[in-house]
Nanobody, 121 residues
Framework: QVQLVESGGGLVQAGGSLRLSCAAS????????LGWYRQAPEKERELVAD???????TYADSVKGRFTISRDNAKNTVFLQMNSLKAEDTAVYYC???????????????WGQGTQVTVSS
């Protein structure tokens, strides 16, 4: 079994910063992608950013230049540094662990329980 434990959400004013953390534990073998998705009320869940076990990163256009994702492979932990936050960043943020095969295709995905990020304008 794989568990993802998130921390770091909260309330912040527009222009402020927050740092999310997610620690993965359990049977994690081979290549994978750790990342963050978010879901605002009445909207679909969307990718915010993810990083592969070889440190290849992907960002949503809406967060490029403001958010930075990083990971500590030794601890199976992923971080999301969020700067210059906007009201539209308000959402529940979910940590994701995607196991991938040798071609990079996702074979299984695990989700954290979610952490609320609220940005007041």
């Amino acid at each position: 079994q794989v568990q993802l434990v998130e921390s770091g959400g909260g309330l912040v004013q527009a222009g402020g910063s927050l740092r999310l953390s997610c620690a993965a534990s359990g049977n994690i073998f081979g290549s994978n992608r750790l990342g963050w998705y978010r879901q605002a009320p009445e909207k679909e869940r969307e990718l915010v950013a993810d990083v592969s076990s070889s440190d290849r990163t992907t960002y949503a256009d809406s967060v490029k230049g403001r958010f930075t994702i990083s990971r500590d492979n030794a601890k199976n932990t992923v971080f999301l540094q969020m700067n210059s936050l906007k009201a539209e960043d308000t959402a529940v943020y979910y940590c994701s662990l995607a196991l991938t095969d040798t071609l990079g295709f996702i074979t299984r995905r695990y989700w954290g329980q979610g952490t609320q990020v609220t940005v007041s304008s």
